[in-house]
């Protein structure tokens, strides 16, 4: 977890149990070493074990070589590492966490290491490049199994992993789950959340993955192509508190109620992820789709309301109370800017600009005085 430092447990029945108590350590990747029968950590340059509920310090990796992913070869519980950041090195670890070889020395960001028992292989994700790699350990040859994956020369995730029988997967915010066979890349299954590191669990016979979008884990059962939930979203970029203290929030598509005991789907489902979303003084909610149309939400019924620019992409929403509108923030990917945009509750089609920026990924609120305030994406 996190926020909070600790280890959890889940077993098949999806039930969760803590194996640390208030760990001060923040654990940036695990492993499970099954001759040593324990769990490895790393954060930093530091490797730890879990023993007794405690996180034992075991060994410490030089500045260059401390990874933020990594994978243990099951018979001898050594183990490999690589690092998310660019022009970093991939290379493999005795089960205490000392060096022993180097096995590539320049990887544009890696995200996800993989090692393949039956045919003595390491995969892994350059997050930079785009691309998926093979390392055949025998002999020590280096090969590209995908290119043009994920988003590249950004940190954007992708996974890389092997399920039962031996066969590799990845996975992305763009193609979703993909399956290597008959020499390429098919897809299995479309996109489904924020991407998280990738484990083949035999209890639940399918990916398991940390949602980065959701805070929560998820399964993705390849035998029925569906993904299941395994613990509570507890995250959402869209939400809003009604004037009785209901919060509602979008889970992807749909919005939801939280109540003091569960989470109550409201209506149906919307044609896209949900970005964000706001409520006006009636306590109408107004929901954004990423290609900028909004529709507003009045009780259990939702209708299209505007659409606020089909060249830009949506990013946030927030109310106007003064003007009674909804202020709109869109950006333009090819000409790398932001507008910001009045729109009037009583006439969407009198929506009028506000303001342009030079930048990108800025979000803007307006006070009970109808001032808007701009955090700029990078200033």
Partial sequence: DHCHNDIFKVNGEGELSNLTQGNPIPIRTMAWQPNLARLIAVTGNTLFALSDGEMEMINQFEENRMPSSIAVNPVDDSFYGCHEEPNRLV??????????SELDSSVQGCFQIAYDQRNDKVYYSETYAGQIVEIDLA???KKVRAQDVGIPDTFEGIAVMLDDQGILYFDDVINGLNRYQNGQFVQVMGPASGIGSFIYSPTYRGF???RHDGGNLILYDVSQNEVQELTPYLNAFAVVEMEGGEVVMALGDELVEVTQSEILPIGGTYPEFIPSMTRDYKGNIYIGQANTRI???????????TVVDPNDHLVYLSYDAYNDAIIATTDNEIQ???TVWRIPVQNPG???????????????SADNQGIVFILEGVN
């Fill in 336 to 338: 790398g800017t932001t």
């Fill in 350 to 364: 009198g929506k009028k600009v506000v303001i342009t920026l030079e930048d990108r990924n800025s979000i803007a």
């Fill in 295 to 305: 529709y507003q939400n009045i009780g259990d019924e939702s209708e299209e309301w």
């Fill in 139 to 141: 002999v020590g040859e």
């Fill in 91 to 100: 290379n493999h670890f005795d089960a205490q966490g000392n060096f022993l």
């Fill in 208 to 210: 398991v993955s940390s």
